[in-house]
């Protein structure tokens, strides 16, 4: 079953993007849609289509859906991670205070006149965070997974006591709207430098993650069980936080605090391929990315004019799910 589930996520992947770029107010074929992307690759003369169609899917359309795929596939790949490293089943990317510091690090950078950079700030507002938290947890007597948490989140009200201070202080018309959409979770106004810095995130840190997959199962009989392995623990440990957290502040500093994705498409894929990293890494990372560009295709078309921040999608969709996921727990064991 796992020999053939991989081929056809990634079957739903390719065909769930062609038709997601179609979606939306200017009636776009699949053909149509398929024969611009040739013809941007080099592969096609001419566009088949006028410049208006054509830079509705090469300029708008296109960049959010890649920007949607990298997004879900590394929130899922590193809420994957964080669960097994903590032993912890309530285990999100953003368990070490990443997203609070990434609101912080955002929020000052919108405030001080540079929105353009509120990537940038995000990424370094989690950097930070997860620093700290860590820095935290050594001075507490070691760096322990359980230490790491707690550090974790006092970091994370910390951090959005002060994002709420300055909203409050500071913020005022465009500049608060902004704030709260990115707060929300949003991939409004995704462009080609949003994708292809979320696609490079993804292809630096997923293989090390991927290639990590048996070592990590390891982890959850304990660390002593894992050492007698063969396993180097503390290089290991190390190595998958620094990546889930430079992917997660990635991810973060695009799309905003998106909930659930982390969370709840682990568990809802360890249902269907049991608890081996080896077969759920890959097979989380696909249907994360699938989850979040259906919930953002969502979040786009339904209300349109109107759109809402895909975090608010997320969230109505995953707490039922991450509820029936516990229901299903419950009954297993």
Do not use: K
């Not at 909930?259 to 568990?267: E, I, K, W």
């Amino acid at each position: 079953m796992n020999a053939i589930a991989l081929p056809a996520l990634i079957l739903l992947l390719l065909a769930s993007a062609l038709i997601a770029v179609t979606l939306g107010p200017a009636q776009i074929t699949p053909g149509e849609a398929w024969s611009v992307i040739l013809h941007h690759l080099g592969l096609l003369p001419e566009s088949p289509v006028g410049h208006l169609r054509d830079a509705i899917v090469w300029e708008l359309r296109l960049p959010r859906v890649l920007t949607a795929l990298g997004v879900g596939a590394g929130l899922a790949l590193a809420g994957a991670v964080m669960q097994a490293l903590t032993r912890n089943p309530l285990a999100d990317p953003y368990l070490l205070g990443l997203s609070s510091g990434a609101a912080l690090g955002a929020v000052l950078f919108l405030l001080a006149g540079a929105a353009p950079l509120m990537p940038a700030g995000a990424f370094l507002g989690s950097s930070g965070a997860l620093a700290l938290a860590l820095l935290i947890a050594a001075l507490l007597g070691g760096a322990t997974p359980s230490r790491a948490i707690l550090a974790g989140i006092c970091i994370s009200a910390l951090a959005a006591a002060a994002t709420s201070y300055l909203i409050f202080w500071s913020a005022t018309g465009d500049s608060y709207r902004e704030i709260l959409s990115w707060l929300m979770g949003s991939l409004s106004g995704s462009i080609w430098p949003d994708a292809l810095l979320v696609l490079a995130a993804l292809a630096l840190c997923a293989p090390a993650i991927l290639m990590a997959g048996r070592a990590l199962d390891a982890f959850a009989f304990g660390d002593n069980a894992a050492a007698a392995l063969g396993i180097d623990v503390s290089r290991l440990r190390w190595t998958l936080l620094g990546a889930t957290a430079l992917l997660t502040g990635i991810m973060v500093a695009v799309g905003g605090a998106i909930g659930f994705v982390g969370l709840v498409v682990p568990h809802a894929v360890r249902l269907a391929t049991g608890s081996r990293h080896r077969l759920l890494l890959p097979h989380a990372m696909l249907a994360g990315a699938i989850f979040m560009l259906w919930t953002d295709t969502a979040a786009r078309t339904l209300f349109d004019p109107r759109e809402l921040p895909v975090g608010i999608i997320t969230a109505l969709i995953g707490a039922p799910v991450f509820l029936l996921v516990l229901l299903r727990y419950r009954r297993i064991t």
